[in-house]
């Protein structure tokens, strides 16, 4: 049995498009710890629906509120190994903030451009292969983004990847 949980994949303009990102704090026991995440988390019984718990979950852990959120919609799901199904949504964040955490949980915000992504996805040939679990991992700086959410990004960066990459590599 899967255990329902959802995330944001927010997207905003800085002023190209950029992805907002979280590095897991490094908590002894944590199974995510030192984990590159899409801010979310549990659906808890109060919550009227998987989005409600999303945009919960964003202002919880960000401090993002609903208002500064265009909701695009949901993405699907992703089943985790650790017996997770994640509700992936999308939305559009004007950038307003303030973005502020709680340390215990989160190390740091990170700012990707998506750009960046989309270049590493060519690069290692991720275009229209499998979306295993174990295969896709992002190199961002001093991180790698791997598991669950590389493959949520792997499936992002492959609804833009229809555009012909050969003759235009830029997908945003």
Known sequence: MYQPTCV???IFNK???????????DTEGYPWRNQVAL??????TN?????????RELKEELNIPKEQVELIGSMGHFQTINNRDI?????LWNGLGPVRYETREIARVLEIPLQVLANIHRTKHYHAQRNDLQQFNYPIDDLTI????ARILHYF?????????SSDPSIF
């Open 8 to 10: 944001f994949l927010l």
């Open 15 to 25: 002023p190209d498009p950029y992805l907002l990102a979280i590095l897991k704090a």
């Open 39 to 44: 801010p979310g988390g549990h659906i808890d």
């Open 47 to 55: 919550d009227a629906s998987p989005t409600d718990a999303a945009f």
């Open 87 to 91: 509700e992936v949504f999308i939305g």
């Open 146 to 149: 791997w598991g669950a959410t």
């Open 157 to 165: 960066i492959e609804l833009w990847y229809r555009r012909d990459f």
